[in-house]
Nanobody
Framework: QVQVVETGGGLVHTGGSLRLSCVVSGSTSSGSTFRDNAIGWYRQVPGKQRDLVASISSSGSRTKYADSVKGRFSISRDNRRNTVYLNMNSLKPEDTAVYYC???????????????????WGQGTQVTVSS
C-alpha cells in the first residue's frame, strides 16, 4: 500500500522561506518503488485547478519548474530516505496554496521534459504567505 505524506507547510511573511518534505512508503501493485519513479509537487487554491509547480526524475538528474517559481523554488530527492524536498525561497503572497506531493509519476524525457501525475497523492500541506 502506498502512502504519501507531506510536511513543512506554515505561515511566513513575504520574502521568507519554507522547506516542504514528501515521504513516500510502500510500492505499487506492479512492484514499482519510490526510487523507480518521478515525483511532482503541485499546488491548489480554492476554486482553481491543481497546478504543477516542480517535478523531478527518478534519479534526480532532471528537474522542471513552473515559470512562476523558477529561480525561487528548488526540488530535490533523497532516494535512501524515500523523500522529496521542495525548498521555497523569496515567497510571495501568490504562493499561498495547499501543496500536494504526487508520487509514482511518469517522466517523459525530451527537449521539453514532461511530468505526468499518477493517482498517488498526499493529503496536502498549507502554505500561507502574508504580505
Amino acid at each position: 500500500q502506498v502512502q504519501v505524506v507531506e510536511t513543512g507547510g506554515g505561515l511566513v511573511h513575504t520574502g521568507g522561506s519554507l522547506r516542504l518534505s514528501c515521504v513516500v512508503s510502500g510500492s505499487t501493485s506492479s512492484g514499482s518503488t519510490f526510487r523507480d519513479n518521478a515525483i511532482g509537487w503541485y499546488r491548489q487554491v480554492p476554486g482553481k485547478q491543481r497546478d504543477l509547480v516542480a517535478s523531478i526524475s527518478s534519479s534526480g538528474s532532471r528537474t522542471k519548474y513552473a515559470d512562476s517559481v523558477k529561480g525561487r523554488f528548488s526540488i530535490s530527492r533523497d532516494n535512501r530516505r524515500n523523500t522529496v524536498y521542495l525548498n521555497m525561497n523569496s515567497l510571495k503572497p501568490e504562493d499561498t496554496a495547499v501543496y500536494y506531493c504526487n508520487a509514482f509519476g511518469r517522466w517523459a524525457y525530451g527537449a521539453s521534459d514532461v511530468y505526468t501525475a499518477s493517482a498517488y497523492w498526499g493529503q496536502g500541506t498549507q502554505v500561507t504567505v502574508s504580505s
